[in-house]
T-cell receptor, first 114, second 112 residues
Framework: DAGVIQSPRHEVTEMGQEVTLRCKPI?????LFWYRQTMMRGLELLIY????????DSGMPEDRFSAKMPNASFSTLKIQPSEPRDSAVYFC????????????FGDGTRLSIL | GQQVMQIPQYQHVQEGEDFTTYCNSS?????IQWYKQRPGGHPVFLIQ?????EVKKQKRLTFQFGEAKKNSSLHITATQTTDVGTYFC????????????FGAGTILRVKS
């Protein structure tokens, strides 16, 4: 079975540019999560969706960050404009909604803002 | 601030030695999950504990959930080089809005 698919795997761009990260959750999973991982702050939950609806975006750092889930098989996390402090590994994870279920993580996008 | 505390932050052991990481929550949890992240990889689910005082084993790994459902531990017996990575606990509970709150992780290095 295909796992969570993220693209791109690596992104290097200059400060001020728009960055779009993409995620395809596991088919049938109705929860989708976006995390950011850095050495300083560890694994932080940015936002999560249930049935394509954003439920909690309290972890989104600021207005430069936005996330969408137009359908059950696709989500994006956008940063505009990007800043060097946004450099991190961004993970997408999904899980099914029945009971206490584990989260399945994608391989992540390693983002470097110069 | 961090709602799920995990210690130690880092441990370097000789191959064959045991290893333990501890997780503490400020509030009662409904369940706790453990994940392992290999260097350069992504977190991978290991196990979930739900019941008070629950103990589960996976080969050399032993997981415990405290009686008060506020703490948990992961113990590895006779570490091997394949155990290298970061071990995260993640708690879920009403106080956390049913989100999964991750601890900071314990980085394990094994000397052969």
């Amino acid at each position: 079975d295909a796992g969570v698919i993220q693209s791109p795997r690596h992104e290097v761009t200059e400060m001020g540019q728009e960055v779009t990260l993409r995620c395809k959750p596991i088919s049938g999973h109705d929860y989708l999560f976006w995390y950011r991982q850095t050495m300083m702050r560890g694994l932080e939950l940015l936002i999560y969706f249930n049935n394509n609806v954003p439920i909690d975006d309290s972890g989104m750092p600021e207005d430069r960050f936005s996330a969408k889930m137009p359908n059950a098989s696709f989500s994006t996390l956008k940063i505009q404009p990007s800043e060097p402090r946004d450099s991190a590994v961004y993970f997408c994870a999904s899980r099914s909604g029945t009971g206490f279920q584990p989260q399945h993580f994608g391989d992540g996008t390693r983002l470097s803002i110069l | 601030g961090q709602q799920v505390m995990q210690i130690p932050q880092y441990q370097h052991v000789q191959e064959g030695e045991d290893f333990t990481t501890y997780c503490n929550s400020s509030t009662t949890l409904s369940n706790i999950q453990w994940y392992k992240q290999r260097p350069g990889g992504h977190p991978v689910f290991l196990i979930q504990l739900v019941k008070s005082g629950e103990v589960k084993k996976q080969k050399r790994l032993t997981f415990q959930f405290g009686e008060a459902k506020k703490n948990s531990s992961l113990h590895i017996t006779a570490t091997q080089t394949t155990d290298v990575g970061t071990y995260f606990c993640a708690g879920q509970g009403l106080e956390y809005g049913n989100k999964l709150v991750f601890g900071a992780g314990t980085i394990l290095r094994v000397k052969s």
